[in-house]
């Protein structure tokens, strides 16, 4: 898929940054990864609130098994093949997976509570 059909898949978000990455394309939205381009197709960020609504629609969750045989599962789903043909499918499935991408960079950049300390001066 060339660059040129991504942005216009994306368009209703606005200008995405397409890098190469792991074989594939990362498709990037205000610094944060959204959706893959793996093999021809659109793998969607997903998490656990799109999860059900990308499982409704047929998207199947992207995994890859391992050397030592175990399946692995990322937090990508395939793109619902209606989106293809309907722009305004395509435009709710690229926000959904922006949204993804949001709250998981927020949950990311949350400062870390303070640890308690024994106080003291530490002599004992």
């Known amino acids: ?16 940054t397409i ?7 990362g498709i990037y939205s205000g610094g944060m990864i ?8 659109l793998l969607l960020k997903g998490d656990d609130e799109t999860a ?8 199947q969750r992207w995994g890859y098994q391992s050397r030592s045989g175990k399946l692995t599962y990322m937090p990508y789903w395939s793109m619902p093949e209606s989106a293809y043909d309907d722009p305004d499918d395509m435009a709710k499935w690229v926000r959904l997976a922006r949204d993804a991408a949001e709250r998981h960079e927020a949950k990311m950049t ?8 024994k106080g003291g001066t530490g002599k004992g």
């Not at 040129?4 to 606005?14: L, P, R």
């Not at 890098?19 to 394309?25: A, I, M, V, W």
């Not at 949350?110 to 300390?117: E, V």
């Open 1 to 16: 898929m060339d660059d040129a059909a991504i942005e216009e898949m994306f368009e209703s978000i606005g200008a995405v």
């Open 19 to 25: 890098r190469r990455l792991f074989g594939g394309k």
């Open 34 to 41: 959204i959706a893959l381009e793996f093999e021809g197709g």
């Open 52 to 59: 059900p609504v990308l499982e409704a629609a047929g998207a």
């Open 110 to 117: 949350r400062k870390p509570s303070a640890k308690k300390g």
